[in-house]
């Protein structure tokens, strides 16, 4: 599955890296879009459309649709327009999100966002939480770049939109990136799965493979 908040080139660099010994393996990309019902329905319904896709999930989130090999975890961060007062910054303490607007799902949807928005209205003053809606997608990075509100990304999505600026920020709050397969998947998926697997143990160490492995 590739779209431009699932890109499938890191998947790609993942096994060009990695697997060169199982040639009985090829990987085709499918595309789907980046607007919520299409993310939502590609989480959800993972193994009809495509096998496998990479990208961030949700911890929880519709554990019962799919499965994750945890490669890294990203630190959350926030993008902002070239108008934006804080656009000169790489690094945002907490204390600069003062009187700032902060895009963030809506609440219900995700654990960490919950979280994070909570940290936010608790321990910065005058900060103010907008809605992202249910599920990211390209309109909030519009939205964003029109604006001068920040919107609460990751790292792996500064490419999503080229007119905005991506900072790390002083917090602790992180989300896992990983292969996404699904629940019950085919033969040829499952063994494709081991081999990931197999290959992330053999190289680092260990199973799942906290740190970044694809650079």
């Not at 590739?2 to 060009?16: C, G, H, T, V, Y």
């Not at 499918?30 to 919520?36: A, C, D, L, R």
């Not at 998926?189 to 680092?204: D, G, H, P, Q, S």
């Amino acid at each position: 599955g590739d779209s431009m908040l699932n890109p499938s080139r890191e998947l790609i660099r993942l096994w060009n890296k990695l697997g060169g010994n199982f040639p009985q393996f090829s990987l085709r990309v499918v595309p789907f879009e980046s607007n919520p019902q299409h993310r939502a329905r590609a989480y959800r319904s993972i193994g009809k459309d495509f096998d496998v896709m990479i990208g961030h999930y949700e911890e929880g989130l519709w554990a019962d649709s799919y499965q994750a090999i945890e490669i890294m975890r990203i630190p959350f961060c926030l993008a902002m327009s070239n108008s934006n007062p804080l656009v000169g910054k790489d690094r945002l303490e907490l204390s600069d999100l003062q009187y700032q607007h902060v895009m963030i799902l809506d609440e219900g949807i995700s654990q960490v966002h919950d979280q994070i928005r909570h940290y936010l209205t608790e321990t910065v003053p005058h900060v103010h939480i907008e809605s992202a809606g249910t599920f990211l997608c390209l309109e909030n990075f519009n939205t964003c770049a029109e604006s001068d509100v920040l919107l609460l990304s990751v790292p792996t999505w500064k490419e999503v939109h080229p007119a905005l600026k991506f900072a790390a920020v002083d917090w602790t709050f992180t989300s896992p990136y990983g292969v996404i397969y699904p629940i019950e998947p085919n033969e040829v998926t499952a063994m494709f799965i081991e081999v990931i697997r197999t290959l992330l143990f053999v190289r680092y160490g260990q199973e799942e493979t906290p740190g970044t492995v694809l650079d």
